[in-house]
């Protein structure tokens, strides 16, 4: 996703020209109608006739000492970056380009392509780095926080999430879970993700939690307590389960120390945020969008040497794909 910063004033050139490129989305920032940064003549600008997916909205060049004037506070200052960032992943999804504008394309539009290049390819300092912009660091920070949020959250339609009794058995013996076990939920998607992450903080800060396959067979051989994994997994075989009535069987070659090993996860049901959280298993979560190729991994293992394998139960399971 290629993005371009852009000025009015460019956009004009760009239109009148007949030259806007395609495939190629606009997000526009326009002044708001106060008075104060308002000239009498002003008008927001019109790209409706471009024919491309547009995003606009009327938000002024402010810093941070400026908010009290206008009764603004950081935190209310651009609520719709929400909005925005589910804009800017449905571009990124049909795969299309950004045009960031602004009236003078050098501030808001600035803020705006730096957040959206930090997000997505970890390069935004360039933005900052060229001497002719000066990118607005608040509207950069609201963007890049919800396009965070939004990959945190939304782009996590299928999850996997143990019964919390379960979850509570296996983490009990952990030094620090009795403070925060009250406050964890497990209800539906929102409250999963979090969990999961509050549970691998806490794991990493008793050095009981592995971080990749590797690390896992040392600590089996050396008999580390180390018995929980977290990491993404990519490229796993569905290998049993069609009904809600079988446990759903997931394995994983893998290759240690020039020994063909198998990670074997074995899980009852997985939860669909869109069907309103029940537990289910779904047909089309199997064997049509998301057939368990990749997903982030939370979950409690052992060695089982008569299979030589690894097997997993897996606690919390998000960003299946």
């Known amino acids: 996703m290629k993005v371009t910063i852009c000025s009015r004033r460019d956009m004009e050139t760009l239109t009148v020209r007949g030259e806007f490129p395609k495939n190629t989305a606009v997000i526009s920032f ?3 109608p106060d008075k104060r940064v308002r000239s009498a003549h002003y008008t927001a600008p019109d790209y409706t006739k471009l024919g491309c997916r547009l995003y606009q909205t009327a938000v002024d060049d402010l810093d941070p000492n400026d908010l009290g004037d206008y009764g603004l506070t950081v935190e209310s200052f651009f609520p719709e970056a929400d909005d925005l960032a589910a804009f800017i992943y449905e571009v990124f999804r049909a795969g299309e380009d950004i045009i960031c504008e602004c009236d003078y394309g050098d501030s808001r539009s600035a803020g705006c392509a730096a957040a959206i290049k930090e997000h997505f390819m970890h390069d935004g300092i ?5 001497y002719r912009l000066c990118p607005n660091q608040m509207l950069y920070n609201k963007i890049h926080d919800a396009l965070e949020k939004y990959k945190r959250y939304e782009t996590s339609e299928y999850y996997y ?3 919390p009794e379960e979850i509570r058995s296996r983490m009990e013996q ?3 879970f009795a403070e925060i076990a009250d406050s964890l939920r497990f209800s539906d998607k929102t409250a999963c993700i979090d969990a999961k992450d509050r549970l691998e903080h806490l794991l990493d800060e008793q050095k009981l939690l592995c971080r990749s396959w590797d690390d896992a067979m040392r600590g089996f051989a050396e008999k580390r307590p180390c018995r929980f994994i977290s990491l993404r997994m990519t490229g796993t075989e569905w290998i049993a389960g069609s009904n809600e009535q079988t446990p759903v069987i997931v394995r994983k070659a893998y290759v ?5 090993i198998h990670i074997q996860l074995r899980m009852l049901r997985i939860r669909q945020e869109r069907r309103r959280h029940r ?3 779904r047909r089309d979560v199997l064997f049509g969008k998301c057939g368990l190729r990749e997903f982030d991994l939370l979950g409690v293992m052992f060695w089982d040497a008569d299979e030589r394998q690894i097997a997993v139960t897996p606690l919390i399971i998000t960003n299946m794909q």
């Not at 360039?126 to 060229?130: L, Q």
């Not at 240690?256 to 063909?260: K, L």
């Open 30 to 32: 326009y002044d708001t």
């Open 126 to 130: 360039t933005v900052f780095a060229d």
């Open 161 to 163: 999430c143990a019964k």
């Open 279 to 281: 537990d289910i298993l």
């Open 256 to 260: 240690y120390a020039g020994e063909q």
């Open 174 to 176: 952990v030094h620090g």
